[in-house]
């Protein structure tokens, strides 16, 4: 069985819309459980006005009757409160075009300049909105019913700050679930109190100077079955899946798995992990392939993490060209954030939960979770037996 999602709309648009396909009947599904996660993706210190103006809501348009899928395609809606104000601007009908409000200037850092040249866009309104951060919105929904499918199988999916703007956060190091639940009730879902401190006041700082700040991300997935991905063919790996996931949010620069970067540079004794047989099972001694081996799951906590880049929206803007003058001016600026690096762990939450729960149903896809479950159980089963 394959997973596959869409996304569509923009940042003033009337919604945000996903579907997706793939997922077995007989899945749970309320409202509520996705929209605790799209309050989440709100949060966080350093958030900018949007934030104020939005309480995302998803509704369901089709594939959940009586709280329950049935197999059929999910739609879900996110309505965008601020469309009321955006209407004329945005609207699709051809005799609401206005004179005088095309964006020219491009911001550095975003997609507005290469998106202009490659669509032949003059106003860069027509990048901007799609190219926004608000389409997150959406794959934070379609993340959340991922979750539900992987934790009724008994697998989290957890997400928190380790780093804002070279302020690290230190300790619990492999207590993932602990730094989770220290980081949900942190301003900047962060586990580390002392550095969430410097953050907070690195973030004062840089509102104060008009300026943005980047960070990492660290999600960890825990529970997982030996086995998901393959060896065989480069797509199929799920190590370059996820990597691929991760990147694709915007303003990501960076990924790595388990130790990642630092095993480039010590021997290769410090690198790999020792295999035991212990309890029953074969296990690792170490983690520093963070759970994933040849593209494969290994029985051990995945461990992914992801590097942000300062949001390319200034109150103090760089310089740019105009468009249609050539002249250099002041970047535009459009509402933004300061810091949107804790929103952005809760974001690399849903999309590697989507990876994961793809990659689940290939291996113990069937039509329902009662076939999924039987066979996931019968899997489990058979590698404690070894």
Known sequence: MTLRYLTSGESHGPSLTAIIEGLP???????????????????GYGRGGRMAIEKDQVSFQSGVRWGKTFGAPITLSITNRDW??????MSALAEDEMDGIAVTRPRPGHADLTGMIKY?????????????????????????????????????VLGYVTEICGIQAQGLDAEFEKRFTLAEESLCRT????????????????????????????VAVINLPVG??????????LDSRLAA???????????????????????GSQVHDEIIHQEGQFRRKTNRAGGLEGGMTNGEVLVIRGAMKPIPTLYSPLKSVDFTTKETFLATVERSDVCAVPAAAVVAEAVVAIEI??????????DSMEDIRSQLSSYRTYVESL
């Open 25 to 43: 009947s007989n899945l749970e599904i309320r409202p509520d459980q996705i929209n605790c996660h799209l309050a989440r993706r709100q949060q």
């Open 84 to 89: 009321e104000n955006w209407s004329d601007r």
């Open 120 to 156: 032949r866009q003059s106003d860069a309104r027509n990048i901007l909105e799609r190219s926004s951060a608000r389409e997150t919105a959406a794959r934070v929904a379609v993340g959340a019913v991922c979750m539900r499918f992987l934790a009724s199988l008994g697998i989290r």
């Open 191 to 218: 586990f580390d109190k002392e550095a969430e401190q410097k953050m907070i006041e690195r973030i004062d700082q840089a509102k104060a100077d008009g300026d943005s700040l980047g960070g990492v991300v660290e």
């Open 228 to 237: 998901l991905g393959s060896h065989v063919h480069w797509d199929r790996k």
């Open 245 to 267: 996931a991760v990147m694709s949010i915007q303003a990501f620069k960076g990924v790595e798995i388990g130790e990642g970067f630092n095993c480039a540079r010590v021997p």
């Open 357 to 366: 729960a793809g990659a689940l149903l290939e291996k113990f896809g069937g």
